[in-house]
C-alpha cells in the first residue's frame, strides 16, 4: 500500500485542486485499485509555512475502492490517466467536502506570489 496527495502540494486555500495523473499511472502499471482517502483538519494541525505540527486532532474517511482495470496497458495515454484522477479526486471532495477547483494548485500558487 502507498499513500499520496494527488495534488501534488499543499492546498494554498482548503480547497481541492485537480489531482496530478501519477496516481492513476501507478495503479494501472500495478494493476490495483485506487482507494480515496480524505484527511480531515490537516491545515489547523500544520499551517502552511509550520514546520512542527500542532497538537490538533486530525479526521480520516476512506472511500470504497475504485477499479481501474478498464485501463489496463494504457498507462501512457493521457486520457486514460486523466479519467481515474478526476474520479478519485471527485471522491475525495466528496468524502471532504472540500470544493473542488479544476486547476493545478503548484501553478495557482505560482500565479498568485506574482
Same mark, same amino acid.
Given at each position: 500500500?502507498?499513500?499520496i496527495y494527488p495534488e501534488g502540494t499543499r492546498s494554498p486555500d482548503g480547497r481541492l485542486y485537480?489531482?496530478?495523473t501519477g496516481v492513476a499511472r501507478m495503479a494501472i502499471e500495478a494493476a490495483v485499485p485506487i482507494i480515496p482517502v480524505a484527511m480531515i483538519d490537516?491545515?489547523?494541525a500544520?499551517?502552511?509555512?509550520?514546520?512542527v505540527p500542532s497538537r490538533h486532532p486530525i479526521g480520516v474517511r476512506i472511500? #470504497?475502492? *475504485?477499479q481501474i482495470?478498464?485501463?489496463a496497458g494504457r498507462q501512457d495515454d493521457r #486520457?486514460? *490517466?486523466r479519467e481515474p484522477?478526476?474520479?478519485v479526486m471527485q471522491a475525495i471532495a466528496a468524502l471532504s467536502g472540500q470544493e473542488y477547483v479544476d486547476r493545478d494548485a503548484a501553478q495557482y500558487k505560482h500565479q498568485a506570489r506574482a
Open positions: 500500500m502507498l499513500g485537480r489531482g496530478k490537516t491545515h489547523i500544520q499551517p502552511i509555512g509550520q514546520r472511500g #470504497e475502492p *475504485l482495470a478498464a485501463y #486520457e486514460a *490517466l484522477t478526476d474520479t
